[in-house]
């Protein structure tokens, strides 16, 4: 099992940024693939960023240049960092890390950007 915590979300005005975290606990991020979504109101959730097991790195085409997804090992955390964020980046944020055949969530945080 593993229990992840985001953090890092706010209010924010177009064009400024900022750092999301996903803090894992009962296992190791780095062997598994680890990816962040996101969910605005009445829209489904949408794919934002990833690590697959290998390490490879994916971006939406909608925040590919503006968002970085990096990782801590130390510290057992994933990082979002988000610039140049607009007002249709507002939503929910979740990470999941994917181990064996199971997806497990973080309860989310909210990323709110005004124009």
């Known amino acids: 099992q593993v229990q992840l915590v985001e953090s890092g979300g706010g209010l924010v005005q177009a064009g400024g940024s900022l750092r999301l975290s996903c803090a894992a606990s009962?296992?190791?991020?780095?062997?598994?693939?680890v990816h962040w979504f996101r969910q605005a109101p009445g829209k489904e959730r949408e794919f934002v960023a990833g690590?697959?097991?290998?390490?490879?790195?994916s971006y939406a085409d909608t925040v590919k240049g503006r968002f970085t997804i990096s990782t801590n090992n130390a510290k057992n955390t994933v990082y979002l960092q988000m610039n140049s964020l607009k007002p249709e980046d507002t939503a929910v944020y979740y990470c999941?890390?994917?181990?064996?055949?199971?997806?497990?969530w973080g309860q989310g945080t909210q990323v709110t950007v005004s124009s």
């Open positions: 690590f697959s097991r290998s390490g490879y790195t």
């Open positions: 009962g296992r190791t991020l780095s062997t598994n693939a």
């Open positions: 999941r890390a994917t181990l064996g055949l199971y997806d497990h």
